[in-house]
């Protein structure tokens, strides 16, 4: 079965999606990644997994739930630190961020039958999911990231290692406040949603 990883920063505010502000501001644009990192976990939760493992760039919170291991992220830039993330994995692992909250377990559910990777290009021109059946740290160390060319870079990076890619939807990462609408809606019923909603009522009150 497959180790699930996600890539996280703790969502506190000045910290984690600035883009956002504005229109939001940094403490209402923590709360929607507060919100977007917990529907990630919870789908992951639900996802059928050998270990799931949170690599986070801070301290956990109230927003973990149980069964997952915590690991420090490590220093560099985020070719080294996705790298370093699936060196501590032994055995098939996909990885996700914490940008795509209307990721569901049907999306995660990854067979390495007939295949030795999976990836998830998103809109922006990077991925929001990055499988290897074998994990090799070498195959993400130099990709240049938060990109235009990030995710044709990094899947050229697989299949000129002779590995077998099986490419996921294209999803739409939460960067800018546009974003999180169109992410919202494909998610109605998140967490994520709410927390856009009340805010969005808010301002217009």
Known sequence: MTTLLVIAKEPRPGRVKTRLTPPFTPREAAALAEAALSDTLRVVAATPASRRVLVLDGAPGPWLPSGFDVL??????????????FARCDGPALLIGMDTPQVTPELLTADFDGCDAYFGPARDGGFWALGLAEPDPALLRGVPMSTPSTGAVQRARLVGAGLRVRDLPCLRDVDTAPDAAAVAALAPHS?????????????SR
């Open 72 to 85: 420090p992220q490590c220093a560099g830039g985020l070719d080294e630190r996705l790298a370093d993330a």
């Open 191 to 203: 967490r994520f949603a709410a927390r856009l909603a009340g805010f969005t009522a808010a301002v």
